[in-house]
């Protein structure tokens, strides 16, 4: 036992995981899961990346009641949405609300927008957000210059100009209300076109009822190529008044 403990521990990790799967599962079971280990381990985000955009099991610990844990948009499903949207990225800024670490600022920096900025109200997420945006090299990256700010998105002042919102069910109805309030505000200030992509819409009587939305589309998308993985339920808004502009 000694001699077996003394050469596991020089073994190769990928090798030292295969013989514990044998012990555990064993050779039938062990061997029908080498094709999705391998798929898993050419198409996992973080791995191609360098970046640590993974869920972490602490879940909701620290968060206050109105705010909903962590948890990453795919890219299959970011992308298919945002190809989606007829807008053209460089009249907007970008502003992910509950942008967790950041998986979605540095896919929506792939779109040449004006700005990209993540509002997280968790500090280690937040820190870690803006490590992977420093970190993120993709041949398809247009946008350097991502914008963390640890904060409250009820508290947050939105940006001049058009805005391309979006929200992974973030927060429960109390920040939401704050939400809709602030960009009211921004809104009366300086008309422009907004957009809120809302995916996992729990909220979404509040913005079905507010009169500066209109829901424009509302449907389900796959979150993983080859339809494998749960739909998502995505909803789009544009803003029905304070200056809608026909041009984005
Ligand atoms: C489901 S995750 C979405 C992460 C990211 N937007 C994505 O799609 O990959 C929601 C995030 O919202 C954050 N959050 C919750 N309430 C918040 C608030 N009031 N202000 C800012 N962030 C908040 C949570 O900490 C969490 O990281």
Redesign the pocket.
């Given at each position: 036992m000694k001699a077996l403990e003394g050469k596991g521990a020089h073994m190769h990790p990928g090798l030292a995981r295969f013989r514990e799967s044998l012990c555990e599962k064993g050779w039938r079971r062990t061997l029908a899961l080498i094709p999705r280990n391998v798929l898993h381990r050419l198409t996992d985000f973080d791995r191609r990346h360098g970046t640590d955009?993974a869920v972490e099991a602490t879940g909701r610990a620290g968060?206050p009641e109105?705010?909903?844990?962590?948890?990453?948009?795919s890219a299959y499903l970011f992308h298919g949405i945002i190809r989606r949207l007829s807008a053209d990225p460089r009249t907007f800024t970008f502003v992910?609300?509950?942008?967790?670490?950041g998986?979605?600022l540095l896919l929506a920096a792939h779109y040449p927008f004006r700005r990209i900025i993540g509002?997280?109200?968790?500090a280690r997420?937040s820190a870690t957000a803006a490590a992977n945006a420093r970190r993120y090299r993709h041949p398809r990256r247009r946008v350097d210059r991502v914008e963390t700010r640890c904060?409250?998105?009820?508290a947050f002042d939105f940006p001049d100009g058009n805005l391309l919102i979006?929200?992974?069910?973030?927060?429960k109805a109390a920040?939401m209300v704050r939400v809709l309030a602030n960009l009211e505000t921004a809104l009366r200030r300086t008309p422009r076109t907004v957009l809120v992509v809302y995916?996992n819409p729990t909220q979404r009587h509040l913005l079905d009822r507010s009169p500066l939305f209109t829901c424009v589309d509302d449907r389900a998308y796959p979150t993983r190529r080859f339809g494998t993985g749960p739909a998502a339920h995505v909803l789009v808004y544009r803003n029905s008044c304070y200056g809608v502009s026909s041009r984005s």
């Open positions: 955009t968060l109105a705010h909903e844990p962590y948890e990453a948009t992910d609300l509950g942008s967790g670490k998986k979605v509002v997280e109200y968790d997420l904060a409250d998105a009820g979006y929200m992974f069910n973030p927060f920040v995916r």
